[in-house]
């Protein structure tokens, strides 16, 4: 789905961000925001590209660390609390979905994308080694390939196919 033309100049900005920059937006850098920002990107440029065509769900156990996955959706997505088509679900699996719809409001598609398990590192001797292990394993998941760190399925009406990515 192609985002509609605007006479704006700054709608459809579309960019990629650093380790650094997920880090500033979020206040560090974690695992989770990282895992989100991926997801975001990949149902940006795979599903719909208009982040008001789009809304996103994401179902985590509704506190950090695993709600930091919603400010990576954020970024990634271009899905914000501002446009109220994000939310957070509180649920025991971790996930986001993606819906568009088409105009007449008739066909609805779906994506969901199902976040691989994070094995954390083992706790360093003190809490600021445990945060630098935490964080240099963010760093390495943002180099990370889609299918290392999700799944995806999209859904189009009443079919569902899953795709390795």
């Given at each position: 789905?192609?985002?509609k033309?605007?006479?704006?100049?700054?709608t459809?900005?579309?960019?990629d961000?650093?380790?650094?920059?997920?880090?500033?937006?979020?206040?560090?850098?974690g695992p989770?925001i990282?895992?989100?920002?991926?997801?975001?990107?990949?149902?940006?440029?795979?599903?719909?590209?208009?982040?008001f065509?789009?809304?996103a769900?994401v179902?985590?156990?509704?506190?950090?660390?695993?709600?930091?996955?919603?400010?990576?959706?954020q970024?990634?997505s271009?899905?914000?609390?501002?446009?109220?088509?994000i939310e957070?679900?509180v649920s025991?699996?971790?996930?986001v979905?993606?819906?568009?719809?088409?105009?007449n409001?008739?066909?609805?598609?779906?994506?969901?994308?199902?976040?691989?398990?994070?094995a954390?590192?083992?706790?360093?001797?003190?809490?600021?080694?445990?945060?630098?292990?935490i964080?240099?394993?963010?760093?390495?998941?943002y180099?990370?390939?889609?299918?290392?760190?999700?799944?995806v399925?999209?859904?189009?009406?009443?079919?569902c196919?899953k795709?390795?990515?």
């Open positions: 789905m192609d985002k033309e605007s006479a704006c100049k700054y459809g900005i579309d960019r961000y650093s380790v650094a920059d997920l880090a500033a937006f979020h206040g560090h850098l989770y990282v895992l989100g920002y991926r997801i975001g990107r990949y149902a940006k440029k795979n599903f719909c590209s208009d982040p065509q789009m809304k769900v179902f985590c156990e509704g506190v950090p660390p695993q709600s930091c996955l919603a400010d990576g959706v970024i990634g271009g899905c914000t609390l501002g446009k109220r088509n957070i679900s025991d699996s971790l996930a979905e993606f819906y568009t719809e088409n105009e409001k008739k066909e609805k598609k779906k994506i969901v994308i199902r976040p691989r398990s994070i954390f590192p083992e706790h360093g001797e003190n809490d600021e080694d445990s945060e630098r292990l964080e240099m394993q963010a760093e390495e998941m180099f990370m390939s889609d299918s290392e760190l999700f799944s399925e999209i859904e189009a009406a009443s079919s196919e795709i390795d990515s």
